[in-house]
């Protein structure tokens, strides 16, 4: 019988983090062995290649490091008269702000990972793969590098592996923190030794044009994970889990302003925001109500807890769902304005102001632009410049009206989703929080200067002026 240190909720499903915090449990092969580990290896490598990726394909499975693209079908992106390497890169950066569910997989179930990932290699031709981490991730990185190479001591990983005949060597690469390197094609160019310019797309998408201009299939540390379950139950009953296109299990990493927040791996679609954040999180602190969610990271767009949406389907019907009932899949989440993004779930209550909300996400991506695109570079400097003021009262209406101009400009405009994730949460909060927002502008500071130097360009061209 399994028992943890933290009890699972009766609603989840524990597939991926089966072992996380599991009394008795250590990262250490031996462990992960007498567990049953590597035995969905065994079974891959007598497989032919292509029917593993056609098992992923009955599966389902789609990524869940934020796009949620079908993951078989990304394999097959590959071109079939490829003569060139294959590159497997598993995405640990997690750099989504509110995400925290591969670290734990990193640290309390390092072998999981790998034997996800050897199988990944094999059906993709791949005979070399890296684990790209954060550098903030560095008992990560010391970690996996050890399990790598205990996998590498019982034939798991290296020449040979089990015998099947194909090679697969896996090395650990750390990067330097930056955001952008969530990016699939800033995260090659670093994995290069490059500054992280996120490639054009087209021509440079990484199945085709990936790692040194070879065919490069990029997945993230969840979804490699669950590859290794899905040869273990097949296609059929792992799409068997959640629901019809959002099949499977997913972790949802609930932080902010809830009494209970952490991790819940759960069946996909089969939980509605309001047995979340209620059953599993047990409501909103005391004295206290919920004022708004952001369901999927920083980077999705707040949906307010008083809203309901009319949702259109193909078949030409019509449903209204009230924001409580929204299931938390990847298709729902969408149809309602928003993304199931990476799981990361950001709880507000009504103690917080929005004006502060906006300029914590606005501080992050300005920070955080690489600088490679105009309209990214200076319009998240901008927009934080201007909610800066909205905080501190030293903003104007106007200033709102300018905010929101700024980031429909910078929407649709850059290489890379950057642009998109830094203005999404600035269009959102305005068009839902604006009187709020409005609220914490003064009209008297129309026409004021910004800074020290504005003020001084203000004072000289006033003195010229006078002059002539």
């Not at 909205?390 to 950057?418: H, K, M």
Request: charged share 20%; net charge negative; glycine share 10%.
């Amino acid at each position: 019988m399994i028992t943890y240190t933290k009890p699972p909720h009766p609603r989840e499903y524990r597939l991926i983090f089966k072992n996380v915090d599991r009394v008795g449990w250590d990262p250490s092969i031996d462990c992960y062995l007498r567990d049953g580990g590597y035995q969905d290896l065994q079974k891959a490598v007598a497989m032919q290649p292509g029917n593993i990726t056609a098992e992923v394909k009955k599966s389902g499975l789609r990524g869940r490091g934020g796009a949620g693209f079908p993951t078989g079908m990304k394999w097959t992106f590959i071109p079939s008269n490829n003569t060139q390497p294959v590159y497997l890169i598993c995405n640990g950066d997690e750099s989504e702000p509110g995400t925290f569910k591969d670290r734990y997989i990193l640290h309390q179930d390092p072998h999981q990972l790998i034997e996800g990932m050897v199988i990944t290699a094999y059906a993709v031709g791949a005979h070399t793969a890296y684990i790209y981490l954060r550098e903030e991730f560095p008992a990560a990185a010391r970690i996996m590098e050890q399990a790598i190479k205990e996998a590498r001591s019982r034939n798991f990983v290296g020449h040979n592996v089990l015998g099947s005949g194909f090679d697969v060597e896996i090395y650990v690469h750390r990067g330097a923190g930056a955001y952008i390197c969530g990016e699939e094609t800033g995260l090659i160019e670093s994995l290069e030794g490059k500054r992280p310019y996120p490639r054009i797309k087209p021509p440079y998408f990484p199945a085709a044009l990936g790692l040194y201009m070879c065919p490069t299939i990029v997945n993230n540390v969840e979804t490699l994970c669950h590859v290794k379950h899905i040869i273990r139950m097949g296609g059929d009953a792992y799409a068997s889990l959640g629901v019809a296109r959002n099949t499977g299990t997913r972790i949802l990493c609930v932080s902010g302003d809830v009494k209970t927040p952490g991790y819940f791996e759960v069946e996909v679609g089969k939980l509605t925001l309001r047995e979340l954040l209620y059953d599993l999180c047990g409501g909103p602190k005391d004295g206290r109500s919920f004022k708004a969610v952001i369901p999927g990271g920083s980077s999705s767009k707040i949906l307010r807890c008083d809203e309901s949406f009319a949702l259109k389907y193909p078949d030409g019907s019509e449903r209204q769902l009230a924001f409580w009932d929204i299931p938390l899949d990847f298709d729902t989440l969408a149809a309602c304005g928003s993304m199931a993004g990476s799981g990361g779930v950001i709880v507000i209550d009504d103690s917080r102001k929005m004006s502060w909300v906006l300029n914590n996400l606005n501080a992050f991506y300005a920070h955080e632009s690489c600088g490679q695109c105009t309209p990214c570079r200076e319009g998240s400097t901008w927009m934080k410049n201007i909610s800066d003021r909205i905080v501190t009262g030293d903003a104007s209406p106007q200033d709102l009206a300018t905010l929101e101009s700024i980031a429909y400009q910078i929407d649709g405009r850059t290489v890379c989703a950057f642009g998109e994730a830094s203005c999404w949460p600035v269009e959102a909060i305005i068009a839902k929080f604006r009187d709020e927002l409005l609220a914490d502008t003064q009209a008297a500071n129309d026409g004021k200067p910004h800074n020290l130097e504005a003020n001084a360009q203000r004072r000289y061209l006033t003195t010229c002026s006078g002059g002539l």
